[in-house]
C-alpha cells in the first residue's frame, strides 16, 4: 500500500532533551516535507525537500533539522524541543514538485 | 514569501444545502491551489486542485473556481452531507521557479453540516 509512515504517533518529552520523528514513504517521491499544525494556524511548512540531499526552509524553520540522505526517508529533528514547539507534526510526499501531497498520519508532540 | 488568507473560519449548514469556502493568495506567480479535507483525528486528504490556466473545475458535488486577476479561489460543496463535515484547508504554490517544494496553507475552515 503506498503511504507516508511516521513515526512516533505520540511523544512526550522534557525541555531540551533531542528527539527525532521519523518519516518515511514508498511511493518512491522526490518531494518530502514537514509541516506543524496549531488550531487557528492552520498547516506552517517547515522544511521541503527536492531530492536526495536538496533541502529548504519552510515558512516556520527555527528549532527544527533535517535530512535527506536516501530517497524514501525524511527525518525531523529537534536538538533543543522547547514548550513552544509542542504540536501536531505532519510529514507530507510528492512526486511531482510539491503537487498533490500525501500526508502522513501525524505526531503528537508535547514538550514539557 | 506567499500568504494565503482563508474565510470564513467556522461554517455550519444545514444537510442539502450548498457551502462556500473563500481563499485570497498574495504571490502572483502562483499557479496550482489544491483544496485539502481533514476529518477528526485524521491526516489531510486532496479533494480537488486547480491550476492557474483553468477557472473551474469540478468533481461530483465539490467545485474550485479561480480568478487570477483578483487573486482569489474558492470551494463549493454542494447538497453537503453530514459526512462533509471536517476542516477544510486551501493552499497555494508556484510549480517553478526556486522554490517549488513550498505549498502555503490557508488557516482552515471547520465545516459542520447539520442532519
Known amino acids: 500500500e503506498a503511504q507516508v509512515t511516521q513515526n512516533p504517533r505520540y511523544l512526550i518529552t522534557v525541555t531540551g532533551k533531542k528527539l527525532t520523528v521519523t518519516c518515511s514513504q514508498n511511493?518512491?517521491?522526490?518531494?518530502m516535507s514537514w509541516y506543524r499544525q496549531d488550531p487557528g494556524l492552520g498547516l506552517r511548512q517547515i522544511y521541503y525537500?527536492?531530492?536526495?540531499?536538496?533541502?529548504d526552509k519552510g515558512d516556520v524553520p527555527e528549532g527544527y533539522k533535517v535530512s535527506r540522505k536516501e530517497k524514501r526517508n525524511f527525518p525531523l529533528i529537534l536538538e533543543s524541543p522547547s514548550p513552544n514547539q509542542t504540536s501536531l507534526y505532519f510529514c507530507?510526499?510528492?512526486?511531482?514538485?510539491?503537487?498533490?501531497?500525501?500526508f502522513g498520519s501525524g505526531t503528537r508532540l508535547t514538550v514539557v | 514569501g506567499e500568504n494565503v488568507e482563508q474565510h470564513p473560519s467556522t461554517l455550519s449548514v444545514q444537510e442539502g444545502d450548498s457551502a462556500v469556502i473563500k481563499c485570497t493568495y498574495s504571490d502572483s506567480a502562483s499557479n496550482y491551489f489544491p483544496w485539502y479535507k481533514q476529518e477528526l483525528g485524521k491526516r489531510p486528504q486532496l479533494i480537488i486542485d486547480i491550476r492557474s490556466n483553468v477557472g473551474e473545475k469540478k468533481d461530483q458535488r465539490i467545485a474550485v473556481t479561480l480568478n487570477k486577476t483578483a487573486k482569489h479561489f474558492s470551494l463549493h460543496i454542494t447538497e453537503t452531507q453530514p459526512e462533509d463535515s471536517a476542516v477544510y484547508f486551501c493552499a497555494a504554490k508556484r510549480t517553478g521557479g526556486t522554490s517549488y517544494g513550498k505549498l502555503t496553507f490557508g488557516q482552515g475552515t471547520i465545516l459542520t453540516v447539520h442532519p
Open positions: 507530507a510526499s510528492s512526486l511531482y514538485r510539491g503537487v498533490g501531497y500525501t
Open positions: 525537500s527536492m531530492n536526495v540531499e536538496v533541502t
Open positions: 511511493m518512491n517521491h522526490e518531494y
